[in-house]
């Protein structure tokens, strides 16, 4: 059997003397794992990159089996190895569909949104509000999506301000008031736009974090991935975001 793909890289191990097991989440074939012969070679250490673009044929004589893969490059995307939140945030893109992807399930729309990602924090823009709008994405996906239109419990779409952990439906602040410590923040920029300030991001990122951890990850029996907390505590302490004004003007 044999199929051909793009795909975005996303784990690498040895497997052997010269060879290893790669993770790429392909276009057409979602996460597929397949072994790269004489991936140590200095030619393709540049290539096997976690995040790099790739073209990447599988063959194997049984579609169960783990298969080979023949591994072209596209893009590198290596000018994120020298900007450390952005390495960071990209070893948090990873980690996440590693644990996150079901095997050899397309998921098109969520591959359109990596790509865009990773692209801005190759290009060195600012990427951390597109972070969170992927974090929202991942979790529409793979059907654990929130929805915040309107309060759950009057149907307003005014002064909402939390998000209900039990059923991820936003919930208006008079409404939530009696049960507040039960509630999860909903700041502004979880329904869209640029978030104030980084204390703004990180508290968003603290609500998407527990339905990662405490619903999807934890339906998978999976731990949250450590590469996400280390780009929190990055976030924490980063510079200030652009407020709205200023990336309107």
């Keep these: 059997m044999e199929w051909r793909d793009h795909g975005l890289l996303l784990t690498l191990r040895r ?33 096997l990159q976690p995040g790099s673009q790739v073209d990447v044929t599988w063959r194997g004589r049984l579609e169960e089996h783990i298969g080979t893969f023949a591994v072209e490059p596209v893009r590198s995307r290596a000018a994120i190895l020298s900007d450390a939140d952005a390495l ?20 098109r729309r969520l591959y359109a949104g990596t790509v865009a990602l990773l692209d801005a924090m190759a290009a060195g823009q600012d990427w951390r509000a597109a972070y969170l709008r992927w974090e929202m994405l991942l979790l529409d996906d793979l059907g654990y999506g929130l929805d915040l239109s309107a309060c759950a ?9 939390w998000v209900s952990p039990r059923s991820g439906r936003a919930v208006s602040r ?28 990180v508290a968003a990122l603290q609500t998407t974090g527990w339905f990662l951890e405490h619903r999807l990850l934890r339906d998978l029996h999976r731990p949250l991935p450590e590469a996400r907390a280390r780009l929190i505590a990055r976030l924490s302490r980063a510079p200030g975001l652009p407020s709205a004004q200023d990336t309107d003007s």
């Design 153 to 161: 419990v009057t149907g307003s779409d005014q002064d909402l301000a």
């Design 88 to 107: 960071a945030g990209l070893n948090s893109v990873c980690a996440l569909l590693h644990v996150t992807l079901p095997e050899r399930e397309p998921h």
């Design 15 to 47: 497997h052997g003397e010269n060879s290893a097991i790669v993770e790429v989440f392909a276009h057409d074939h979602g996460r597929h794992a397949g072994v790269v012969r004489g991936a140590t070679s200095r030619r393709m250490a540049g290539v």
């Design 174 to 201: 008079a409404a939530g008031a009696e049960w507040a410590d039960r509630l999860l923040q909903l700041p502004p920029c979880l329904r869209g736009g640029v978030p104030r300030d980084n204390a703004e991001l």
